[in-house]
Protein backbone atom coordinates (compact mmCIF):
# COMPACT_ATOMS: atom_id res chain seq x y z
CA UNK A 1 0.00 0.00 0.00
CA UNK A 2 1.26 3.31 -0.95
CA UNK A 3 1.95 6.01 1.43
CA UNK A 4 2.59 9.60 0.39
CA UNK A 5 3.97 11.97 3.12
CA UNK A 6 3.50 15.76 2.54
CA UNK A 7 5.97 18.51 4.09
CA UNK A 8 6.17 22.38 3.49
CA UNK A 9 2.83 23.70 4.70
CA UNK A 10 2.43 26.90 6.87
CA UNK A 11 1.50 30.52 7.56
CA UNK A 12 2.59 33.22 4.59
CA UNK A 13 2.22 36.86 4.17
CA UNK A 14 1.35 37.45 0.61
CA UNK A 15 3.94 37.75 -1.66
CA UNK A 16 5.48 35.19 -0.08
CA UNK A 17 7.22 31.77 -1.30
CA UNK A 18 6.78 28.27 0.28
CA UNK A 19 8.16 24.78 -0.80
CA UNK A 20 5.69 21.73 -0.64
CA UNK A 21 7.38 17.81 -1.05
CA UNK A 22 5.64 14.89 -0.91
CA UNK A 23 7.49 11.40 -0.69
CA UNK A 24 6.16 8.81 -1.95
CA UNK A 25 6.81 5.03 -0.42
CA UNK A 26 5.55 1.46 -0.25
CA UNK A 27 4.68 0.79 -3.94
CA UNK A 28 5.60 -2.30 -5.94
CA UNK A 29 4.72 -0.34 -9.58
CA UNK A 30 5.84 2.87 -10.86
CA UNK A 31 4.40 5.88 -10.22
CA UNK A 32 2.47 7.77 -13.45
CA UNK A 33 1.73 10.80 -12.36
CA UNK A 34 2.36 13.04 -9.38
CA UNK A 35 0.69 16.39 -8.58
CA UNK A 36 -0.94 18.27 -5.80
CA UNK A 37 -4.59 19.56 -5.37
CA UNK A 38 -6.10 21.98 -3.17
CA UNK A 39 -9.47 22.49 -1.04
CA UNK A 40 -10.33 25.52 0.38
CA UNK A 41 -13.60 25.52 3.33
CA UNK A 42 -16.47 25.51 1.46
CA UNK A 43 -15.02 24.65 -1.81
CA UNK A 44 -14.43 21.30 -3.74
CA UNK A 45 -10.88 20.16 -4.37
CA UNK A 46 -9.02 21.24 -7.51
CA UNK A 47 -6.17 20.61 -9.14
CA UNK A 48 -3.42 22.82 -8.84
CA UNK A 49 -0.22 21.09 -10.81
CA UNK A 50 0.29 17.65 -12.15
CA UNK A 51 3.22 16.14 -13.60
CA UNK A 52 4.02 12.69 -15.90
CA UNK A 53 6.35 10.64 -14.70
CA UNK A 54 7.50 11.47 -17.95
CA UNK A 55 7.74 15.41 -17.12
CA UNK A 56 4.99 16.70 -18.99
CA UNK A 57 3.17 19.18 -16.82
CA UNK A 58 0.08 21.06 -16.63
CA UNK A 59 -1.16 23.82 -14.37
CA UNK A 60 -4.41 25.57 -12.73
CA UNK A 61 -5.12 28.64 -14.45
CA UNK A 62 -4.87 30.40 -11.49
CA UNK A 63 -1.72 29.59 -10.15
CA UNK A 64 0.47 29.76 -13.93
CA UNK A 65 3.47 31.69 -13.87
CA UNK A 66 3.13 31.41 -9.87
CA UNK A 67 3.53 27.97 -9.22
CA UNK A 68 5.99 25.18 -10.23
CA UNK A 69 5.90 21.84 -9.84
CA UNK A 70 8.78 18.97 -10.05
CA UNK A 71 9.73 16.05 -9.69
CA UNK A 72 12.61 13.27 -8.86
CA UNK A 73 11.59 9.86 -10.00
CA UNK A 74 14.47 8.17 -8.65
CA UNK A 75 13.21 9.45 -5.42
CA UNK A 76 9.79 9.13 -5.76
CA UNK A 77 9.75 12.75 -4.85
CA UNK A 78 7.16 15.91 -6.12
CA UNK A 79 8.12 19.44 -4.87
CA UNK A 80 5.39 22.33 -5.54
CA UNK A 81 7.28 25.76 -5.36
CA UNK A 82 4.82 28.68 -5.15
CA UNK A 83 6.20 32.22 -5.67
CA UNK A 84 3.90 35.22 -4.98
CA UNK A 85 1.45 33.53 -2.84
CA UNK A 86 -1.83 35.28 -2.56
CA UNK A 87 -4.44 35.02 -0.08
CA UNK A 88 -7.05 33.19 -2.29
CA UNK A 89 -4.24 30.21 -1.99
CA UNK A 90 -5.25 29.87 1.29
CA UNK A 91 -6.34 25.99 1.61
CA UNK A 92 -5.73 22.59 2.30
CA UNK A 93 -2.69 21.01 -0.20
CA UNK A 94 -3.13 17.46 -1.14
CA UNK A 95 -0.86 15.02 -2.63
CA UNK A 96 -1.82 12.62 -5.04
CA UNK A 97 -0.32 10.08 -7.36
CA UNK A 98 -1.44 8.08 -9.95
CA UNK A 99 -0.61 3.91 -10.48
CA UNK A 100 -1.92 2.86 -13.72
CA UNK A 101 -2.30 -0.99 -13.82
CA UNK A 102 -5.21 -2.50 -16.43
CA UNK A 103 -6.65 0.95 -14.34
CA UNK A 104 -6.07 3.68 -12.69
CA UNK A 105 -5.01 3.70 -8.83
CA UNK A 106 -5.08 7.63 -7.06
CA UNK A 107 -3.30 7.70 -3.78
CA UNK A 108 -3.79 10.46 -1.21
CA UNK A 109 -1.29 12.53 1.07
CA UNK A 110 -2.85 13.71 4.33
CA UNK A 111 -3.20 16.93 3.16
CA UNK A 112 -0.96 20.18 4.69
CA UNK A 113 -2.57 23.57 5.48
CA UNK A 114 -1.04 26.29 3.34
CA UNK A 115 -2.43 29.76 4.92
CA UNK A 116 -1.46 33.54 3.32
CA UNK A 117 -2.07 36.43 4.97
CA UNK A 118 -0.88 39.17 6.71
Known amino acids: QMQLVESGGGLVQPGGSLRLSCAASGSSFSINAMGWYRQAPGNERELVAR???????NYADSVKGRFTISRDNAKNTVYLQMNNLKPEDTAVYYC????????????WGQGTQVTVSS
Open 51 to 57: ITSGGTT
Open 96 to 107: NAVIVVIRAYNY
